[in-house]
Structure formats: C-alpha cells, structure tokens
C-alpha cells in the first residue's frame, strides 16, 4: 500500500531551527509537496521536489532523496507565526496525491 | 488511520457538459467536507465549506451556481460543475474532518484532475 509517515507533532523555540521529516512508499513518484496549515485555513504551498537535493526559500528549505524516500522541511529563525500543521504530501505515479497526517508544529518563546 | 477516497480519480469532458465528483470518508464520520481547487504548485484555494445537511458556505469569488455542492450524508459529499469550460480544468481536492472543533484535523483527498477540452 501506499503510505507517508511524519512526526504527530513537534515543539521548538523561538529562533531555533526545526527539521520535520517524511518517509514515504508510494506507487510511483511525481514529485513532493510541502504545505503549510494554519487552524481553520487553506493549507498554503511551501515547496515542491522532483530532484534529489535541497531546495532553499528563505527561512524555509526542503529536501528529498529519492532513493531512500525522504524528505524533510527545514524551518530556520523561528517565529511564533510558524506555529502549524506542516503537511507533506507525494504525487504518485497515477498524479493522485498522497497526504501524510500532517505534523502539528509548537512553537514557544 | 482516517482514509479519504475521491471519485473519479481524473475525468476529461467537452465543453458544456456537467461533471460530478465525489469525496467519501470511509472509515469516519465527516461533519464537515471542505473542497479546494488547486493549480500546479500553488497553494491550495478553498471553493467551499460543507456541513452534513444544510447548504455549503462558498467562498468569495465562487459561484455557487456553477460549483453544486451536496453532503447529504457524512460520509458523502460531491461537486458538481455544471456547464464546465476550459477555464475550470483543474486539479479538485476534498477534506474531510469530525467538525468537533475548529482546528480539529483534515483528511485529504488524493484528488480529481478534470480536464475540459
């Protein structure tokens, strides 16, 4: 089957920096979504992956490894605002996207 | 774990032509389906709100008139585009969540590309 694993949840400081993981098995590989979700709204799009590596956005970098099926969001510089639900999800090979659960992200001051 | 199914899965029609999709809940109750409509590599943009047996709450800028919403059972909610155009193909997601509270967690859907030629 197909499946994306990430952590339930995740606390971290104010100005730190915060590595969310997710492992994923899927039929077939389009691509990797990185979204964020704050309660109550739309999640919004923080990155995409096709090729292996690290992709860097400001505050915010993504990598993927194909081969090995992971990929981490890397959040640096903390703010109290990144406190959400960061959602990975994976294009699979029919271009149906697959959800993770979502990781629920604390951040404290 | 909470699996949220989409049918079809893609669907290509003329133009004009109406199209339903379906976004079922399988192994919980869903309050509450959300259906958003996503371009590719943007963020995902909510069309509409719907709560199991009253009308759905669209967003600003939807028309509700060509986005037919039913959920007539928590399981169950569909989209319907009515009269569909070129300009309306797009990727369709549908969310799921028990509505017990307001962050309370959505399930997504693997979505429906529509196509309308």
């Given at each position: 089957g197909q499946n994306i694993d990430q952590p339930t949840e995740m606390t971290a400081t104010e100005g730190a920096i915060v590595q969310i993981n997710c492992t994923y098995q899927t039929s077939g590989f389009n691509g990797l979504f990185w979204y964020q979700q704050h309660a109550g709204e739309a999640p919004t799009f923080l990155s995409y992956n096709v090729l292996d590596g690290l992709e860097e956005k400001g505050r915010f970098s993504s990598f993927l490894s194909r081969s090995k099926g992971y990929s981490y969001l890397l959040l640096k510089e903390?703010?109290?605002?990144?406190?959400a639900s960061y959602l990975c999800a994976v294009l699979d090979s029919n271009y149906q996207l697959i959800w993770g659960a979502g990781t629920k992200l604390i951040i404290k001051p | 774990g909470a699996v949220v199914s989409q049918h079809p899965s893609w669907v290509i029609c003329k133009s004009g032509t109406s199209v339903k999709i379906e976004c079922r809940s399988l192994d919980f109750q869903a309050t509450t389906m959300f259906w958003y409509r996503q371009f590719p590599k943007q963020s995902l943009m909510l069309m509409a709100t719907s709560n199991e047996g009253s009308k759905a709450t669209y967003e600003q800028g939807v028309e509700k008139d060509k986005f037919l919403i039913n959920h007539?059972?928590?399981?169950l909610s569909t989209l319907t585009v009515t009269?569909?155009?070129?300009?309306?193909s797009s990727f369709y997601i549908c969310s799921a969540s028990?509505?017990?509270?307001?962050t309370d967690t959505q399930y997504f859907g693997p979505g429906t590309r529509l196509t309308v030629l």
């Open positions: 903390l703010q109290m605002k990144d406190s | 007539a059972s928590l399981t009269s569909a155009h070129p300009e309306d028990t509505g017990l509270a307001d």
